[in-house]
């Protein structure tokens, strides 16, 4: 079987499941995207606790339903937000916590950052200090599936080209851990793995 195949295969698996146990949250139906899923709050939090969040002062969030509640997060934490545009149709929006005081929940979601933040190119990206992405799926050695059009690896590598290495962190479900994700030389590697009930740091 092609990587190709296996990759799409994969992602059917874990959309069937995560809505056959009742996992997959609004928007639905989830197949073509990245879920939102039960306890994605939970896993925002738990992020809240590691030491790169701490560390960071510039957090790059993918525009995804289910990391909402960590773009929260950020502003509320004093952190300056880069969120690339669904699709990366209109480029990237920065949000400066000092501009929505009282507005970080609106300010987390798509129309709200638009709204309230700027809009700029990739030359024109803040240095990020972590970045958090969703996935359909992931594996403890670093390989992230997401939903197929490539979006989250041209983020990353945008990020990379320009400011060199910086860790990529993930949040999912804990059914989104599976045993091994078909991977390209092309697909970028991801650092640590966040659910609602564990840290894990990718092996390498």
Known sequence: ???KT?????REEIWTEL????????PLPCHGRIP???????AA????????????????VSPDFAQRKIRENALSD????????????QGYVVVHPDDVEGLTVSASTITGAFKHGKIVGSEKIPRSDLVIEGAVAVDVRGNRLGKGGGY?????????ARFGPIPVAVTVHDLQVVKAVPFEDKDE?????????????VQT
Do not use: C, Q, Y
């Open 1 to 3: 079987m092609d990587v």
């Open 19 to 26: 809505e056959a146990k009742g996992v997959a949250r609004f």
């Open 36 to 42: 939102n899923f039960a306890g994605s709050d939970e």
């Open 6 to 10: 296996a990759k799409r295969l994969l």
């Open 152 to 160: 989250g690896d041209a983020e990353i590598k945008t990020l990379r």
């Open 189 to 201: 590697k991801i650092h640590i793995i966040i659910t609602p009930t564990r840290v894990i740091r």
């Open 78 to 89: 004093g952190k300056t937000l880069v969120m690339a545009s669904p699709r990366l149709r």
């Open 45 to 60: 939090d738990r992020l809240r606790t590691l030491a790169e969040w701490t560390r960071a002062k510039t957090l790059f």
